[in-house]
C-alpha cells in the first residue's frame, strides 16, 4: 500500500499510467476478502483502475506438486503479466510496461540467506534485484521498519497478512527464528551486512556476465548454434555463464533468468567435455522449459519446438 501510494504521489511529476493488479489467492478466506476490499477502495477512492484475480493457490499447489508460496509466486506473476500486456495492447503504448514489486530490505537479506542455504552461485548471492526484465522495485533499500512508520505517518490504511506470523513457510523461518538468532549470537543485525554482500557478489556476477556476453556473441555460428571450440577455450566461470546465457536466449534485458542451474550446468559442461574430447560423438542435454542442447564436436544447438533445428 506505501508503494501504490507513493507511485500515485509520483505521477504528479513525473506522469505514467498506473494500473493496479491484485490477486486473491484464496488462502485466507474471509481475511483475503477483506485485503481485496482494501485495495479496490483505495483505487476507487484514488481513480486507479484495477484488475483483481481469484487464484486458487492450494489447488495449483495440489495439481502441479509445488508449495504452496511457490504456487502463490507463479500465479501472482501470470496475473501480473497478463494485465500489463492487456493494458499495454489497450493504450498501444511502445515503451515496455513495468510490474512494480514492494519488496523491500529484509525481504531481500531474507532470499540471500534462502539461497545460501540451497546452495547458490552469485548470481543467486546477490538476492532480489532492483530491476529484473519487466520487474522493478521502488521500495527496496528501505527496511520495513521504516515502511511501516512511513505508513503510519501518511496515515495509510494497510493490512497484516496473517501468515507472515506462521512458521509452515521457509520465508517465515528465516524471518522469526534464523534471523533474530543470528542477531543473538553475533550480537548485530545481520540483514544490512547481508545486503552488502549481495551488492559485492552482484557487482563481480554483473562483470563476468558483461564478459560471458561478449564471449557468447564472438561465438554464434550464423545458424545460431554456438562453437563448441571457442566454448572449450574458457574458464569454467566463463564458460558456464555463456551457456546459461545461451540457454536464456542472449543478454537481452528480458530473458528468462537463471534457468539452468549450477548442477545443470556442470552436467551440460561434462558432456561438452566429452564431445570434445571425442569419448562420444554426440550428445543431448534436456533444458528445464522443455527445449534439448544437442551438442556434436563442432557445435552445440538448442531446439524446441518453435525451431526443429538439427537432429541426433
Not at 493488479?21 to 485466507?28: E, Y
Not at 521500495?139 to 501518511?154: I, S
Not at 559442461?269 to 570434445?276: R, S
Request: charged share 30%; net charge neutral; hydrophobic share 40%.
Amino acid at each position: 500500500m506505501l508503494m501504490l501510494d507513493f507511485l500515485r504521489l509520483l505521477q504528479e511529476n513525473h506522469p505514467f499510467h498506473l494500473h493496479v493488479c491484485h490477486v486473491n489467492h484464496m488462502i485466507r478466506a474471509g481475511e483475503a476478502d477483506l485485503d481485496e476490499a482494501l485495495v479496490r477502495d483505495y483505487c476507487r477512492q484514488h481513480r486507479i483502475p484495477v484488475t483483481v484475480f481469484k487464484a486458487d493457490a492450494p489447488a495449483y499447489a495440489r495439481e502441479h506438486k509445488t508449495g504452496l508460496e511457490e504456487a502463490g509466486r507463479r500465479l501472482r506473476r501470470d496475473c501480473y503479466t497478463k494485465v500489463g500486456e492487456e493494458v499495454q495492447k489497450e493504450m498501444g503504448a511502445e515503451p515496455a510496461y513495468r510490474i512494480a514489486l514492494a519488496h523491500h530490505l529484509d525481504d531481500r537479506a531474507e532470499s540471500i540467506i534462502m539461497h545460501m542455504g540451497r546452495g547458490t552461485g552469485l548470481g543467486g548471492l546477490a538476492g532480489i534485484r532492483y530491476r529484473d526484465g519487466r520487474y522493478i522495485r521502488p521500495l527496496l533499500d528501505l527496511r520495513r521498519k521504516d515502511v511501516e512508520q512511513a505508513a503510519r505517518a501518511m496515515a495509510l490504511a494497510w493490512r497484516e497478512d496473517a501468515s507472515n506470523l506462521s512458521d509452515r513457510f521457509l520465508r517465515n523461518r528465516v524471518r522469526n527464528q534464523l534471523l533474530p538468532l543470528w542477531e543473538e549470537v553475533f550480537g548485530h543485525d545481520p540483514a544490512p551486512l547481508l545486503v552488502r554482500l549481495g551488492d559485492l557478489a552482484r557487482e563481480d556476477d554483473r562483470e563476468l556476465s558483461a564478459q560471458a556476453l561478449r564471449h557468447l556473441e564472438e561465438s554464434l555460428l550464423p545458424d545460431g548454434s554456438l562453437s563448441l571450440p571457442d566454448l572449450q577455450k574458457l574458464p569454467r566461470p566463463l564458460a558456464g555463464r555463456l551457456l546459461q546465457l545461451f540457454a536464456q536466449g542472449g543478454g537481452g534485458e528480458e530473458r528468462t533468468p537463471y534457468l539452468l542451474s549450477e548442477r545443470q550446468i556442470d552436467s551440460l559442461l561434462e558432456l561438452c567435455q566429452k564431445v570434445a574430447r571425442g569419448e562420444m560423438p554426440r550428445a543431448g542435454f534436456d533444458l528445464p522449459d522443455g527445449r534439448r542442447a544437442l551438442i556434436s564436436r563442432s557445435w552445440i544447438l538448442i531446439n524446441g519446438p518453435e525451431r526443429p533445428g538439427r537432429h541426433i
